[in-house]
């Protein structure tokens, strides 16, 4: 039995839905991302398990609990936002300590449990502060001592990092992961940055327009994404559109160039369109014809970018193809206007689905 | 640069003896009771009246209770319309507007009409009942003061996400009102009160019509019979007023916190 269960959650503002149907099983101590671009739910879904929004259908159960009609303060939750919402009329100490002094701590246990808070977060000399007189990063520090001095169930993030500038963002997103493992608490993270949701998470929720596109590991949804959108979203992809001329083998056409697929494609008949997805970075340019799935193409343009050279280039049937060349490969680039010819390897073709929804999260 | 600096020194100059000279004036006429020298003697007098203590501390009882109603029933419901109604707020902010529209006299007399001694409800006829609806007449009045004030202190601060980030840590609305909400709006709760012992203070109309013994009739009364009296009357309340603002400045320029 998973810790957190979110079945069927939905919700609608007026005519318009925010959630279409989300579904999801976290284990105790999962970190799970939910990503996907501004506006497509992941606010609505994270407020619907702290209890601020109530769902138009489905439920949220905690550790075997149905809390989906309890106020938020009854579920034991722990929330940290984007704009860090500190007590601005309270001290750092203050605002640590609010949840404890609200459930009627004994005051010796609330200092002790502050002072365990402060160093979890590396704080200690900051107690007496208020709000306005910290940087964003320790702002947020403090927010999530809050959040987590209550001991919290499930501990849910709100685009945390986003309003932090680079350099913060990356040392304060190792550190939630290390306070996150140390404590052992299950977290929902909400992002629009496909780097934090990877380098975070144990698994990730593609969204998009209200609805689940992918659920999995981090590595799972970047190499083997299952619709566009996630190919796309996450990370850079080539999405092909292209023909099947044997599905057995799994030979495809793309424009007029037949490429080798590696896959078999039973439930598909030849002449069906299928979408594969192809990233620039498994896409060598070769001097030669002739190996399998080397497709002729002409350079548009070059972009150096430092350690990735990224190419555009068209092939047959004005299809364009993005390739990202590192190391040797991109010491010689060819110039726009070259002629020269694309290869990979048929198991970097991923298949994608056509838009599937009611995705059941495992 | 220079030119600019010049007019604003003239302005500031013009502005200065408008204010000051009916003053001064003022001040020079109340000195003169006694013929012939300065003295103190109309100040004497005024503050020697006991209708002047009568009127005043009754006045400064109104004021304290109209600021409370005015707080309890005003503070929550600007918060609630913030957090559950944003879209109502224009038409609240214009219902609160309503007592500097409607003329305080058209207010007092449905009030008579309301609760006269031949109503449902003949307030007006025991001293209590008039008190009663004295304060409530000043919290109508009140409302524009107040509500502002409180509905700007709310602007200031983020109503929604701090109620939730309290509520998260296990809070009951309650709790979130007194530990949250009004520790970050009390300079704005304040201003808003001193405005309104203000106003409470030197009102005349309401004091009048009810035949309560406030302050403001009391000048009144004093002004249409004496002469030096209400000149020193005048300044007294001006130095209240002028006091209260004050207040509202220290407590405003006073950082939450710090
Ligand atoms: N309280 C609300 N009333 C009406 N529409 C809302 C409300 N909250 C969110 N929405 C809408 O629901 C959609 C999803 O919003 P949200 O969950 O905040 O997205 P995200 O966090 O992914 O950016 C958006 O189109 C947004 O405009
Ligand atoms: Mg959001």
Known sequence: MSFLTLQGLRKSFGASVAVQDFSLEA???????????????????????????????????????????LP??????????????????????????????????????????????????????????????????????????????????????????????????????????????ELGITAIFVTHDQEEALALSHRVVVMSEGWVEQVGTPAEVYRTPRTPFVATFVGTANVLPCRIVDAVSGRVALGSVEIDAAHALPERK??????????????????FDGATNSIAAVVRDVTFLGPVARLRLVIDGDVAVTVDLHGEAARALPDAGARVVLWFRPESLQFLDRREHNLEAG | MKAGKLWR?????????????????????????????????????????????????????????????????IVPAAYAVRLHAPRLRSFVEFVTLLPLVVPAIVIVFGYLRLYGSDSFLPLTDTDTGADALLAFGYVTLSLPYIYRSVDAGLTSMDVRTLTEAAESLGARPL?????????????????????????????????????????????????????????????????LTWGLMALIGAFGGRRPGS
Do not use: W
């Open chain 2, 175 to 239: 709790t979130v009102m007194l530990r949250v909400v009004l520790p970050n709006i009390r300079t704005s709760v304040l201003s808003g009160a001193f405005l309104t012992a203000a106003i409470v203070l030197g009102e005349f109309t309401f004091a009048s019509l009810l035949d309560r013994p406030a302050f403001g009739p009391y000048m009144q009364l004093l002004g249409a019979n004496r002469a030096y009296e209400p000149a020193a009357l005048s300044l007294v309340a001006f130095a």
């Open chain 1, 27 to 69: 284990e105790r101590g999962e970190f799970i991302s939910l990503l996907g671009p501004s506006g497509c739910g992941k606010t609505t879904v994270l407020r619907m398990i702290a209890g601020f929004e109530a769902p138009s259908a489905g439920r949220v159960v905690i550790d075997g609990e149905d809390v989906t009609h």
């Open chain 1, 72 to 181: 938020s303060r009854a579920r034991r939750i722990g929330m940290v936002f984007q704009s860090y919402a500190l007590f601005p009329n309270l001290t750092v100490e203050g605002n640590i300590a609010f949840g404890l002094k609200v459930a009627g701590m004994a005051k010796d246990a609330i200092a002790e449990r502050v002072k365990e808070m402060l160093a979890l977060i590396g704080l200690p000399q900051l107690a007496g502060r208020f709000p306005s007189e910290l940087s964003g990063g320790q702002q947020q520090r403090v927010a999530l001592a809050r959040a987590v001095a209550i001991r919290p169930r499930i501990l849910l993030l709100d685009e945390p990092l986003s309003a932090l500038d680079a350099k913060i963002r990356v040392s304060l997103r190792e550190d939630l992961r290390a306070i996150q493992r």
């Open chain 1, 270 to 287: 030849v002449g069906d369109t299928v979408v594969l997805a192809l990233r620039p970075e498994a896409i060598s340019i070769l001097p």
């Open chain 2, 9 to 73: 020194r003239i302005v500031l100059a013009v502005m200065a003896l408008y204010v000051l000279v009916p003053l001064v004036g003022v001040a020079e006429f109340a000195l003169r009771m006694r013929r012939g020298v300065y003295s103190f003697d109309a100040f004497v007098e005024v503050f020697g009246d006991d209708r002047f203590q009568e009127t005043f501390l009754y006045s400064c009882g109104m004021a304290l209770v109209t600021v409370v109603i005015g707080v309890v029933l």
